[in-house]
C-alpha cells in the first residue's frame, strides 16, 4: 500500500486543481472558501486506501475522492448553519462570513459537484457507486435529523445516540471505504466487510469529537472548547453523566440547559460533574471499544498485516488525537 503521505499528496493536488466555475462568484467563492479550509481530508484518504488495499488503480479514485470530500463539507456547511456555529476549521463559517441563504445555496452546490464527481471512474463501478452514495447521503440526514429531534427531548437513550452518529458520521466513513473497495473491483462480501470496519472507526472517531469538544484546545480543535456544553447537546459525555448523576440528574439536567448562565461557568461547572463521574475515562473506554470491533472486522479480510499495516496505522492515530 502506498505511503500515507503518497495518497495525502494525490489529495491536495486533486484540490490543489479542482476547477470551479468563476461566475457567479457568490455561489462559488463560498463552495472555494470552505474547501480551502482544509481538514483532515480522512474521507477521500480512507477512499483512496480502500481501493489501493484491495488492488485497484488509485487514479481511478482521484474523483469520487474529491466527490465524498465535497459532500462531507457540504454537511459541514449546512451543520454550521443549522447550529449557529460561528467557526469552522479556525475561521469563520459561511453563513457568518457572507450569509444564511448563500450558506444554503453554496452548500447544495457542493451537492451536485460531488455527484458529478462520483460517476467519474469505471464505468462498471458507476451504477455501486451512485446507490451507495444517494444511499449514504440518505442516511446522513437522517441522522441530522435526529440530532436536532434530540435537542427538545430529555429522555435520549445512549443506544439513541449511538444510532444517530452512525447515520450522521459513521456511514460516510465507512461508504468512502467501500467506495474504494468497489473501484477496485473487489466482491461484495468484501466491500461488506471493509464497511463494517468503517462504521466501528466512524464511531470512536465521533466518540472522540465528543472528548475532544469539551477537552481539546480551540486551536487544535478548529471549534470553540466546550461548544456542545453551551448548546447543551446531548452528547455520548452527557448522557453518560446522566446515567451516574443518579440523585443529581435534575441538578445536572438543569446546569446543562440553562441558557442564562455564561459560558466560562456553564462550562467549568459542567466539567467538575464530568471529573466526578470519570466520564473523560468511560468515554475513552468506549473509544477503544469501537476501534477493537473495527480491528476485528478488518483481521477477519484476506489481507496480510504489511497490507493492513499503513491504513490501520494511520486510523490508530485518529484515536489518539491530542487535545
Same mark, same amino acid.
Given at each position: 500500500?502506498?505511503?500515507?503521505?503518497?495518497?495525502?499528496?494525490?489529495?491536495?493536488?486533486?484540490?490543489?486543481?479542482?476547477?470551479?466555475?468563476?461566475?457567479?462568484?457568490?455561489?462559488?467563492?463560498?463552495?472555494?472558501? /470552505?474547501?480551502?479550509?482544509?481538514?483532515?481530508?480522512l *474521507?477521500?484518504?480512507?477512499?483512496?486506501?480502500?481501493?489501493?488495499?484491495?488492488?485497484?488503480n488509485?487514479?481511478?479514485?482521484? $474523483?469520487?475522492?474529491?466527490?465524498?470530500?465535497?459532500? $462531507?463539507n457540504? /454537511?459541514?456547511?449546512?451543520?454550521?448553519?443549522?447550529?449557529?456555529?460561528?467557526?469552522?476549521?479556525?475561521?469563520?463559517?459561511?453563513?457568518?462570513?457572507?450569509?444564511?441563504?448563500?450558506?444554503?445555496?453554496?452548500?447544495?452546490?457542493?451537492?451536485?459537484?460531488?455527484?458529478?464527481?462520483?460517476?467519474?471512474? *469505471?464505468?462498471?463501478?458507476i451504477?455501486l457507486?451512485?446507490?451507495?452514495?444517494?444511499q449514504?447521503?440518505?442516511?446522513?440526514?437522517e441522522?441530522?435529523?435526529?440530532?436536532?429531534?434530540?435537542?427538545?427531548?430529555?429522555?435520549?437513550?445512549?443506544?439513541?445516540?449511538?444510532?444517530?452518529? *452512525?447515520?450522521?458520521?459513521?456511514?460516510?466513513?465507512?461508504?468512502?471505504?467501500?467506495?474504494?473497495a468497489?473501484?477496485?473491483?473487489?466482491?461484495?462480501?468484501?466491500?461488506?466487510?471493509?464497511?463494517?470496519?468503517?462504521?466501528?472507526?466512524?464511531?470512536? #472517531?465521533?466518540?472522540?469529537d465528543?472528548?475532544?469538544?469539551?477537552?481539546?484546545?480551540?486551536?487544535?480543535?478548529?471549534k470553540?472548547?466546550?461548544?456542545?456544553?453551551?448548546?447543551?447537546?446531548?452528547?455520548?459525555?452527557?448522557?453518560?453523566?446522566?446515567?451516574?448523576?443518579?440523585?443529581?440528574?435534575?441538578?445536572?439536567?438543569?446546569?446543562?440547559s440553562?441558557? /442564562?448562565?455564561?459560558?466560562?461557568?456553564?462550562?467549568?461547572?459542567?466539567?467538575?460533574?464530568? *471529573?466526578? #463521574?470519570?466520564?473523560?475515562?468511560?468515554?475513552?473506554?468506549?473509544?477503544?471499544?469501537?476501534?477493537?470491533?473495527?480491528?476485528v472486522?478488518?483481521?477477519?479480510?484476506?489481507?496480510?498485516?504489511?497490507q /493492513?499495516?499503513?491504513?490501520?496505522?494511520?486510523?490508530?492515530?485518529?484515536?489518539?488525537?491530542?487535545?
Amino acid at each position: 500500500m502506498p505511503s500515507y503521505e503518497f495518497l495525502n499528496q494525490q489529495i491536495k493536488d486533486a484540490f490543489k486543481n479542482l476547477d470551479l466555475p468563476a461566475s457567479p462568484a457568490e455561489l462559488y467563492n463560498p463552495v472555494a472558501y /470552505t474547501m480551502d479550509l482544509g481538514g483532515k481530508r480522512l *474521507r477521500p484518504f480512507l477512499l483512496l486506501a480502500g481501493c489501493d488495499l484491495f488492488g485497484g488503480n488509485v487514479e481511478d479514485a482521484i $474523483h469520487p475522492a474529491i466527490g465524498i470530500e465535497l459532500f $462531507h463539507n457540504f /454537511t459541514l456547511l449546512h451543520d454550521d448553519l443549522m447550529d449557529q456555529a460561528p467557526l469552522r476549521r479556525g475561521k469563520e463559517t459561511v453563513y457568518k462570513k457572507w450569509n444564511p441563504n448563500i450558506a444554503i445555496l453554496a452548500g447544495d452546490a457542493m451537492f451536485a459537484l460531488a455527484n458529478r464527481h462520483m460517476a467519474k471512474t *469505471r464505468n462498471e463501478a458507476i451504477p455501486l457507486l451512485i446507490d451507495l452514495f444517494n444511499q449514504t447521503a440518505m442516511e446522513v440526514c437522517e441522522g441530522q435529523q435526529f440530532d436536532m429531534n434530540f435537542e427538545t427531548r430529555n429522555d435520549v437513550s445512549l443506544d439513541e445516540y449511538m444510532e444517530m452518529i *452512525r447515520l450522521k458520521t459513521a456511514v460516510l466513513i465507512a461508504a468512502s471505504l467501500k467506495c474504494g473497495a468497489i473501484i477496485a473491483g473487489a466482491r461484495s462480501s468484501v466491500c461488506d466487510q471493509i464497511y463494517n470496519f468503517g462504521i466501528e472507526l466512524g464511531l470512536a #472517531f465521533q466518540l472522540m469529537d465528543d472528548l475532544l469538544d469539551v477537552y481539546g484546545s480551540e486551536e487544535k480543535f478548529g471549534k470553540i472548547s466546550g461548544g456542545d456544553i453551551i448548546a447543551g447537546k446531548k452528547t455520548f459525555l452527557y448522557l453518560k453523566a446522566m446515567e451516574k448523576a443518579a440523585d443529581k440528574a435534575n441538578d445536572f439536567q438543569s446546569l446543562y440547559s440553562s441558557t /442564562t448562565l455564561d459560558a466560562e461557568t456553564k462550562i467549568n461547572r459542567v466539567k467538575e460533574y464530568f *471529573r466526578e #463521574f470519570e466520564i473523560e475515562s468511560i468515554t475513552r473506554a468506549a473509544i477503544n471499544h469501537s476501534w477493537e470491533k473495527a480491528l476485528v472486522s478488518i483481521h477477519s479480510l484476506s489481507l496480510s498485516d504489511q497490507q /493492513t499495516r499503513p491504513l490501520l496505522s494511520y486510523c490508530a492515530s485518529l484515536m489518539n488525537r491530542d487535545y
